[in-house]
């Protein structure tokens, strides 16, 4: 792809602030960033039209990451994450940042690959589409916290049209307006079949709150959201 940024055994942390990623391509992962560091920040920067297998736009392989106040539009991964790919061992927070036409087979915009915690907050995306699961998002075997944050138009070909999950999620203030699978769960889809929850960080709970959902739709069952689960809380919801 466009940089590759690989800190080896250093501890290095690296800032990308007001940067274009535009029209890149790379054979493995991420066509415009590739991050390997123990730390690092982007911000202020725009992805557009960047193809890879696994996050066509952004790779994070470090250990504490951050994005903010960025633009991923038009990106493409043949495999997950068709803006962003977060691997096992990162720490991801992804705020204040607008996702628009990313597509991959998981994940439309973002996918989360057991990552150690990760959290959206204060987001947009719009029509983000997956050939499988997870219009918008799909997380991977990790809680994740999804806060004040719009799901419009996204879609899935099989399950979750905006957000697939398959431990479970604090969802709270969120807007889900016409999101679409076309099997289960048009606007989340969680299946999971742990029999003990995550500790989970004080103030965190597992379900769905203080959430609106607007004429989501599934091809089966669940247009707002369908639950394979041994619980899930869904509260001061419409």
């Known amino acids: 792809g466009a940089v590759h940024s690989d800190s080896g055994r250093g501890n290095w942390h690296i800032t990308v602030d007001n940067c274009d990623f535009v029209n890149n391509t790379a054979g ?23 193809t890879a297998p696994l996050g066509g736009a952004l790779y994070w392989n470090g250990y504490e990451g951050e994005v903010s106040y960025c633009n991923f539009t038009g990106n493409d991964a043949s495999d997950k994450g068709g803006a962003i790919y977060t691997s096992k061992r990162a720490t991801t927070n992804i705020t204040t940042s607008n996702f628009k036409y990313n597509s991959a087979n998981y994940g439309g915009a973002i996918y989360f690959d057991n990552t150690t915690s990760s959290a959206i907050s204060n987001c947009s995306f719009y029509n983000n589409t997956a050939k499988i699961d997870g219009g918008a998002v799909y997380c991977n075997g990790q809680f994740f916290t999804v806060l004040n944050s719009n799901f419009t138009k996204d879609s899935a070909k099989n399950n979750g049209g905006a957000i697939f999950l398959d431990v479970g999620a604090y969802v709270h203030k969120c807007q889900f307006d016409q999101e679409h699978a076309d099997n289960d769960g048009g606007g989340i889809y969680l299946y999971s079949k742990v029999t003990q929850l995550p500790s989970l960080p004080e103030g965190i709970e597992l379900g769905v709150f203080s959430t609106n959902f607007t004429t989501c739709t599934a091809g089966h069952d669940g247009g707002a959201g369908y639950v394979n689960s041994n619980w899930g809380v869904v509260k001061d919801t419409i």
């Open 28 to 50: 493995l992962g991420a066509g415009g960033l590739f991050f390997e560091t123990t730390g690092g920040v982007v911000t202020n920067s725009r992805f557009a039209n960047n």
